[in-house]
């Protein structure tokens, strides 16, 4: 077993006491990245940061953990968009004004945000200019900012989508919100494919990292699986931005 897997079995022993089920996966951690005891608190570490309050234009994931967060970004009118699950429908849009006044929790998960938002493409997104701000839950993550997911890779696809269209780069803030029993103490050496963050946000403390590597740059295709990129409609889109395959 590799290191970051027993990092993730180590942390997903402790995290059931914390961890709120989800209604299909229940603690399932493999499948779901989860919501927590006191994630409202690192919401709010988040909302107070000046990097937060001057993006215009921002990137959350649809981890339960922040659910908060995407109800707090309705209410105040940010301009958000955030992927679907498994990327497998693309990514959705969320407009000031998208919601109605009432549905803003409903809005807030991932079911609420396919009825609410609208589909949004990766021509548009970077029609739009620069993405501000990235948020993203965890499995686990390190003191030097060592990310681990569900370990299927999605936020670092998403990343490497947004490199390669020039939307973020190493100035750009990311933030990963987790549980601080989610938090690993030890320093560890990042995986060429690695998202390493800025910040770590928990009920207990907002930590700034002391990233000692750079981030990596671009879609990797040949790590990636045929099915994968037929099963992933951005993935498609890219590759015919880039003119690696017809625009369909």
């Known amino acids: 077993m590799s290191k970051s897997n027993i990092i993730r079995q180590q942390i997903w022993a402790r995290l059931k006491d914390v961890a709120k089920p989800d209604t299909r996966f229940d603690k399932n951690f493999a499948e779901v990245i989860p919501d927590f005891e006191g994630s409202e608190i690192a919401t709010d570490r988040i909302v107070a940061m ?14 339960n953990c922040l659910v908060d967060l995407h109800r707090r970004l309705i209410e105040i009118g940010k301009l958000f968009f955030m992927s679907t699950y498994g990327i497998y429908r ?26 609410f938002g609208r589909p949004i493409s990766l021509e548009e997104v970077a029609r739009r ?9 965890a499995s686990a993550v390190s ?12 936020f670092d696809l998403e990343w490497g989508m947004f490199t390669d269209l020039g939307l ?3 100035k750009t803030p990311v933030v990963a919100v987790v549980h601080d029993y989610q938090v690993v103490q030890e320093k560890l050496h990042p995986s060429p494919t690695d998202i390493l963050v800025d910040y770590i946000a928990t009920p ?14 671009g879609v990797i295709w040949d790590l990636l699986d045929p099915r994968q990129i037929e099963q992933t409609p951005p993935l498609q889109e890219l590759r015919a931005i880039q003119g690696l395959a017809p625009a369909t």
Not at 50 to 63: Q, V, Y
Not at 90 to 115: N, Q, R, S, T
Not at 143 to 154: A, W
């Open 204 to 217: 207990g403390m907002l930590h700034k990292v002391e990233r000692r590597a750079t981030r990596p740059r």
């Open 168 to 170: 973020v780069d190493e």
């Open 90 to 115: 693309g990514f959705l849009l969320i407009e000031p004004g998208m919601v109605p006044k009432g549905a803003e929790l409903y809005a807030a998960w991932l079911d609420g945000m396919e009825h």
């Open 143 to 154: 003191v030097d900012g060592v990310r681990f997911g569900k370990g299927h890779g999605f």
């Open 50 to 63: 000046p990097a937060f309050n001057d993006a215009e234009f921002l990137f959350i994931t649809p981890d």
């Open 129 to 137: 200019g620069r993405i501000d701000f990235l948020v993203t839950g």
